[in-house]
């Protein structure tokens, strides 16, 4: 590395910084401020300290929702944490499998809901699935699961494990691809010698390739997650922003959207929505947090 | 110089599975047993299937008539069934041309901009020693972790403020803004790799920063470009939380807040929908088809950081 | 320990035809059998289908009297050292040496002792609770030949072990490599490309060239006896000299060849069906040329560089017939650039190569006097 003159240094780094700030930044800082105020109807702005923490959180007008959006959430983040790490890694197994012909036709044929937009994807499905035109009826019975089919989407105890599911579809493409690169990273050395020694594929996946893995593995966890707590598009499109039937496929990013944006009868508040992000901000803070502290003491990156 | 950028440019990781396939059978299908092998197959196309088979739909029945997308969904459009009707409701209803125009000219010119700006502060922080320099990295970096939509209330206020609402420009400062911490990571980890010796030769010979950055560096940055444009167009083509609230007016739309409101309104018209939808999808498939292995490539270099 | 019987073993891929167009080699009982060859030659591949990781396209191999054919690796007897070491590395060194014979089932008090009995043999004792990545490149070697003794096996493959070792390491370890010989009692099948290793290592040297065996034998066969000009060109540093000429004469115990565009020189070769006017390339190593007139054949030249190496010079001279040949002199005498300079050369030094490459028989090859002792 070398010393420059300042100048070039502040040249270089300027027009980033500059748009990263303000941008991105500072608002994301300004949004933390502003939760500590509310605002008249004229607008004004005036200091409330943690009032409006105190009634999301525990005010029954806005905590329901809020709770509601925040547990649904978390079931949101469980369904993709338990469907899409297994089938992303059976995946990327597949595919990384040597001598395997077709192997990049498959990839790219996969990968290929990953690249459209989940509001896309949101509507392809609700035509699937939706009772009027019958395709989803018809695959369902095909595989002999005609009695359980419903519909999905517009009752409350399955609309959020449906959209789950959608949203999982659609997003599986991103973990398996970096699992993927992740498993070619293993040296084809290191797996032949496991060969040698007589171990056979199972004993090859679990003992050598999933422990050297493990670290991302553990970033798609932190990137899923932060993907989840901040999901909106998909809900929006296809239920709206009142996130039903009855608000049970109501996500934080929906939750927010309302509180901030106002939607129908409801009036929208910049502070409340600030507060809002600003608890959106601190989970997913907390998510970031644990998993650089995991990364720093447990999962080492195995030198290659 | 083609040298050198092929040498950094090489051994990605796809590079070293296409070495791989080439070296003969596979070791592991040797203990999986020619049984073992067709599973594989197996798998691997059904789960094809599932991911192409709603695509495929929408696309097939886009083309059909109205009574025929009910009667025979999974049927490909005949002679009798075919029908342009939803295609020319969608024109005729909306301005999808120009919705297009507005996602390409945001996601390329935000493009353009990370790459540019990215650049430049990737090799301000990989090459030069100045203090501050570890907590600059630390800032860039944090913007990968935390989205940026949390902040939204303030850069509402903010653009408003600069008389920006409605703009595609204040789309593209956004998603600039979004995409610069992950591109200046992936830049300034492709820039470290340049050697020493082209820089140092080229200062020897008294060539000044600007140039050496502008002339040498740039250039040779071509393979990252892939990675960045890889995690930078698409979320940024494919989003519609921006577009809906800083960007809504009709002369700005993007594809897809365009679609969305439009499949909102005409929801019960079938074949404007299933139109609507093909016509948000088929510009994306043609582009894949044409840049899958870049694409691809991108995507798997840039993972292994 | 066992012998490894090789019958006309061939290796095809999709996309290539005989990569190994029906290789013979037999390697006794305790041997150790160095494939030396330049890179493509096909040696790793050998060693591969030696160890069962590559497919056997057609002939016959058989360790210890087992056709092993169609047996994946770990049923064969064979433990395999690989170039980059392989180590698994989230496994500590013990974990590493204990992980083939969990598979195979030994119970543990089994795999403890051969661990540490390994692990004492090779001096890594104290490292068997690191990670590889704490390990040198050297300790790391070490690291993966204790994995394979572990497994007594009755064939020890080593693909370019030293290939990753700096210089100094390098000679060091391959002294080490060949103690583990005696002290194992092992057959060995080793590759390189480095033919001084194979020379100081080789019981027995198969020199390969594009997927067949140019020659098989003991060093000294090959110094001495090699059977066409790859192999007299690929042993032995520098590089044997090579003249081409005529024969002007033949006798029962030699021949005359006049060198182009310089002398005739006697050579002792069995003349075999070499007729007057065949077309020869003679062969000559640096070491055996003097720079006087000590020998019996003499030539005349000028220097046009000389390497120095403490007790030896490289000379490189251009012969009054315009051939560039390369001598080995006394590095205490003073050379200059541009000198005439005369060389001589005893007629048994000499090798001879038909228009083929094959060689002449040479007789009266040993006990040469090199020109260091003047």
């Given at each position: 590395?070398?010393?420059?003159?300042?100048?070039?240094i502040?040249?270089?780094l300027?027009?980033?910084?500059?748009?990263?700030?303000?941008?991105?930044?500072?608002p994301?800082?300004?949004?933390?401020r502003?939760g500590?105020?509310?605002?008249?109807?004229?607008?004004?702005?005036?200091?409330?300290?943690l009032?409006?923490?105190?009634?999301?959180?525990?005010?029954?007008?806005?905590?329901?929702?809020?709770w509601?959006?925040m547990?649904?959430?978390?079931?949101?983040?469980?369904?993709?944490?338990?469907?899409?790490n297994?089938?992303?890694?059976?995946?990327?197994?597949?595919?990384?499998?040597?001598?395997?012909?077709?192997?990049?036709?498959?990839?790219?044929?996969i990968?290929?809901?990953?690249l459209?937009?989940?509001?896309?994807?949101?509507?392809i499905?609700?035509?699937?699935i939706?009772?009027?035109?019958?395709?989803?009826?018809?695959?369902?019975?095909?595989v002999?699961?005609?009695?359980?089919?419903?519909?999905?989407?517009?009752?409350?105890?399955?609309?959020?494990?449906?959209?789950?599911l959608?949203?999982?579809?659609?997003?599986?493409?991103?973990?398996?691809?970096?699992?993927?690169?992740?498993?070619?990273?293993?040296?084809e050395?290191?797996?032949?010698a496991?060969?040698?020694?007589?171990?056979g594929?199972?004993?090859?996946?679990?003992?050598?390739?999933l422990?050297?893995?493990?670290?991302?593995l553990?970033?798609v966890t932190?990137?899923?997650?932060?993907?989840?707590?901040?999901?909106?598009?998909?809900?929006y499109?296809?239920?709206?922003a009142l996130a039903?039937?009855?608000?049970?496929?109501?996500?934080?990013?929906?939750?927010?959207?309302r509180?901030?944006?106002?939607?129908?009868?409801?009036?929208?508040?910049?502070?409340?929505g600030?507060?809002?992000?600003?608890?959106?901000?601190?989970?997913?803070?907390?998510?970031?947090?644990t998993?650089?502290?995991?990364v720093?003491?447990?999962?080492t990156?195995?030198?290659? | 110089?083609?040298s050198?950028?092929s040498?950094?440019?090489s051994?990605?990781?796809?590079?070293?599975?296409?070495?791989r396939?080439?070296?003969?059978?596979?070791?592991?299908?040797?203990?999986?047993?020619p049984a073992?092998?067709?599973?594989?197959?197996?798998?691997l196309?059904?789960?094809?299937?599932?991911?192409?088979?709603?695509?495929?739909?929408?696309?097939?029945?886009?083309?059909?008539?109205?009574?025929?997308?009910?009667?025979?969904?999974?049927?490909?459009p005949?002679?009798?069934s075919?029908?342009?009707?939803?295609?020319?409701?969608?024109?005729?209803?909306?301005?999808?041309?120009?919705?297009?125009?507005?996602?390409?000219?945001?996601?390329?010119?935000?493009l353009?901009?990370?790459?540019?700006?990215?650049?430049?502060?990737g090799?301000a922080?990989?090459?030069?020693?100045?203090?501050?320099?570890?907590?600059?990295?630390?800032f860039?970096?944090?913007g990968?972790?935390?989205?940026?939509?949390?902040?939204?209330?303030s850069?509402?206020?903010?653009?408003?403020?600069?008389?920006?609402?409605?703009t595609?420009?204040?789309?593209?400062?956004?998603?600039?803004?979004?995409?610069?911490p992950?591109?200046?990571?992936?830049?300034?980890e492709f820039?470290?790799?340049?050697?020493?010796?082209?820089?140092d030769?080229?200062?020897?010979?008294?060539?000044?920063?600007?140039?050496?950055?502008?002339?040498?560096?740039?250039?040779?940055?071509?393979?990252?470009?892939?990675?960045?444009?890889?995690?930078?167009?698409?979320p940024?083509?494919n989003d519609?939380?921006f577009p809906?609230?800083?960007?809504?007016?009709d002369?700005t739309?993007?594809v897809?807040?365009?679609?969305?409101?439009?499949?909102?309104?005409?929801?019960?018209?079938?074949?404007?929908?299933?139109?609507?939808?093909?016509?948000?999808v088929?510009?994306?498939?043609?582009?894949?088809t044409?840049?899958s292995?870049q694409?691809i490539?991108?995507?798997?270099?840039?993972?292994?950081? | 320990?066992?012998n490894?019987?090789?019958?006309?073993?061939?290796k095809?891929?999709?996309?290539?035809?005989?990569?190994?167009a029906?290789l013979?080699?037999?390697?006794?009982d305790?041997?150790?059998?160095?494939?030396?060859?330049?890179?493509?030659?096909?040696?790793?591949?050998?060693?591969?289908?030696?160890?069962?990781?590559?497919?056997i396209?057609?002939?016959?191999?058989?360790?210890?009297?087992?056709?092993?054919?169609?047996?994946?690796?770990?049923k064969?007897g064979i433990?395999?050292?690989?170039?980059?070491?392989a180590?698994?590395?989230?496994?500590?060194?013990?974990?590493?040496?204990?992980f083939?014979?969990?598979?195979?089932g030994?119970?543990?008090?089994?795999?403890?002792?051969?661990?540490?009995?390994a692990?004492?043999i090779?001096?890594?004792?104290?490292?068997?609770?690191?990670?590889?990545?704490?390990?040198?490149?050297?300790?790391?070697?070490?690291?993966?030949?204790?994995?394979?003794?572990?497994?007594k096996?009755?064939?020890f493959?080593?693909?370019?072990?030293?290939?990753?070792?700096?210089?100094a390491?390098?000679?060091?370890?391959?002294?080490?490599?060949?103690?583990?010989?005696?002290?194992?009692?092992a057959?060995?099948?080793?590759v390189?490309?480095?033919?001084?290793?194979?020379?100081?290592?080789?019981?027995?040297i198969?020199v390969?060239?594009?997927?067949?065996?140019?020659?098989?034998?003991?060093?000294?066969?090959?110094?001495?006896?090699?059977?066409?000009?790859?192999v007299?060109?690929?042993?032995?540093?520098?590089?044997?000299?090579?003249?081409?000429?005529?024969?002007t004469a033949?006798?029962?115990?030699?021949?005359?060849?006049?060198?182009?565009?310089g002398?005739?020189?006697?050579?002792?070769?069995?003349?075999g069906?070499?007729k007057?006017?065949?077309?020869?390339?003679l062969?000559?190593?640096?070491?055996?040329?003097?720079?006087?007139?000590?020998?019996?054949?003499?030539?005349?030249g000028?220097?046009?560089?000389v390497?120095?190496?403490g007790?030896?010079?490289?000379?490189?001279?251009?012969?009054?017939?315009g051939?560039?040949?390369v001598?080995?002199?006394?590095?205490?005498?003073?050379?200059?650039?541009?000198?005439?300079?005369v060389?001589?050369?005893?007629?048994?030094?000499?090798?001879?190569?038909?228009?083929d490459?094959?060689?002449l028989?040479?007789?009266?090859?040993?006990n040469?006097?090199?020109?260091?002792?003047?």
């Open positions: 590395m070398k010393t420059a003159r300042p100048w070039h502040v040249a270089f300027a027009p980033a910084v500059i748009i990263y700030s303000m941008f991105s930044a500072l994301l800082l300004d949004t933390l502003l500590f105020y509310t605002s008249n109807d004229a607008g004004v702005h005036s200091f409330v300290g009032d409006n923490y105190r009634t999301i959180l525990f005010d029954s007008d806005w905590s329901t929702a809020f509601n959006a547990w649904n959430n978390v079931k949101f983040f469980c369904i993709h944490m338990l469907l899409q297994p089938i992303g890694l059976l995946l990327a197994t597949l595919f990384s499998l040597k001598g395997l012909r077709g192997a990049r036709t498959y990839r790219t044929l990968f290929l809901p990953t459209l937009s989940v509001v896309i994807i949101g509507f499905w609700q035509l699937i939706s009772p009027l035109w019958g395709v989803g009826e018809k695959l369902m019975t095909l002999g699961l005609g009695d359980y089919f419903a519909p999905f989407l517009g009752q409350e105890s399955t609309a959020l494990f449906t959209l789950s959608i949203s999982v579809w659609q997003y599986i493409g991103i973990p398996m691809m970096l699992i993927y690169a992740a498993l070619l990273a293993v040296p050395e290191v797996l032949e496991a060969h040698a020694e007589g171990a594929a199972m004993r090859i996946f679990w003992q050598i390739k422990p050297l893995i493990w670290p991302t553990g970033l932190i990137l899923t997650f932060v993907a989840n707590f901040n999901a909106f598009d998909l809900i499109s296809v239920k709206g039903g039937p009855n608000y049970s496929s109501d996500l934080l990013g929906t939750f927010f959207y509180t901030f944006f106002g939607y129908q009868a409801q009036v929208g508040s910049p502070t409340m600030a507060a809002v992000a600003t608890l959106m901000f601190l989970v997913i803070l907390a998510g970031v947090g998993y650089f502290y995991l720093q003491r447990k999962l990156r195995y030198e290659l | 110089m083609t050198v950028s040498t950094i440019a051994a990605t990781p796809e590079d070293r599975d296409q070495v396939t080439a070296r003969g059978p596979s070791l592991i299908q040797r203990s999986f047993g073992g092998h067709i599973w594989v197959h197996i798998v196309c059904l789960y094809a299937v599932i991911a192409l088979f709603p695509i495929a739909l929408i696309l097939i029945n886009s083309v059909k008539s109205r009574q025929a997308i009910f009667d025979n969904p999974m049927a490909l005949t002679v009798d075919f029908s342009l009707i939803g295609f020319h409701k969608v024109l005729s209803n909306t301005n999808f041309l120009l919705y297009f125009g507005n996602s390409l000219v945001v996601t390329i010119g935000s353009v901009l990370i790459v540019l700006f990215g650049a430049m502060a090799w922080l990989s090459e030069y020693k100045f203090r501050g320099n570890r907590l600059m990295t630390l860039m970096a944090i990968i972790m935390i989205p940026i939509r949390l902040g939204t209330v850069i509402l206020q903010l653009v408003v403020a600069l008389d920006l609402i409605n595609r420009t204040a789309l593209i400062l956004v998603y600039t803004a979004q995409g610069l992950l591109a200046v990571m992936i830049l300034s820039i470290r790799q340049i050697p020493t010796e082209l820089k030769a080229a200062r020897c010979d008294g060539v000044g920063e600007f140039k050496i950055f502008f002339q040498i560096i740039l250039p040779l940055i071509r393979p990252a470009i892939a990675t960045v444009a890889v995690f930078t167009m698409i940024a083509w519609l939380w809906l609230i800083l960007a809504p007016g002369q739309k993007t897809t807040l365009g679609v969305q409101q439009f499949i909102g309104q005409y929801a019960t018209d079938w074949n404007s929908v299933l139109a609507a939808l093909s016509m948000a088929i510009p994306i498939l043609i582009l894949y044409l840049f292995r694409l490539r991108g995507l798997t270099s840039g993972a292994v950081k | 320990m066992a490894v019987s090789i019958k006309d073993l061939k095809s891929y999709d996309g290539k035809q005989n990569v190994l029906g013979n080699l037999d390697i006794r305790g041997e150790f059998c160095v494939l030396v060859g330049p890179s493509g030659c096909g040696k790793s591949t050998l060693l591969r289908m030696l160890c069962g990781l590559e497919d396209s057609g002939g016959e191999l058989a360790i210890g009297g087992d056709v092993v054919n169609h047996l994946p690796p770990a064969r433990a395999m050292v690989f170039q980059s070491y180590l698994y590395p989230h496994m500590n060194v013990y974990k590493n040496m204990a083939g014979l969990k598979i195979a030994s119970n543990k008090a089994d795999i403890d002792e051969r661990i540490r009995h692990a004492g090779l001096k890594i004792d104290h490292l068997l609770d690191r990670l590889p990545r704490e390990l040198s490149g050297g300790q790391r070697q070490r690291v993966a030949i204790g994995r394979a003794i572990v497994r096996p009755r064939l493959l080593f693909d370019e072990p030293l290939s990753n070792l700096d210089a390491l390098r000679v060091q370890t391959r002294l080490e490599i060949a103690k583990l010989h005696k002290q194992l009692a057959t060995i099948v080793y390189t490309h480095d033919q001084v290793e194979a020379m100081t290592l080789g019981d027995k198969v390969m060239h594009d997927g067949h065996i140019q020659q098989a034998g003991t060093p000294l066969e090959l110094y001495q006896h090699p059977q066409n000009l790859f007299a060109g690929f042993i032995g540093s520098p590089k044997m000299n090579f003249l081409p000429g005529l024969v033949v006798a029962e115990d030699g021949l005359e060849v006049a060198v182009t565009g002398r005739k020189v006697r050579v002792d070769v069995e003349p069906n070499a007057v006017g065949d077309k020869v390339t062969g000559l190593r640096a070491e055996h040329i003097h720079e006087n007139t000590g020998g019996s054949e003499q030539f005349s000028q220097v046009n560089l390497e120095h190496l007790e030896a010079n490289f000379i490189y001279v251009t012969l009054s017939g051939q560039d040949i001598v080995r002199g006394d590095g205490n005498r003073n050379v200059d650039i541009g000198e005439e300079i060389l001589s050369a005893n007629s048994n030094a000499f090798h001879v190569f038909d228009a490459g094959n060689a028989r040479r007789l009266k090859p040993g040469l006097v090199s020109s260091r002792h003047h």
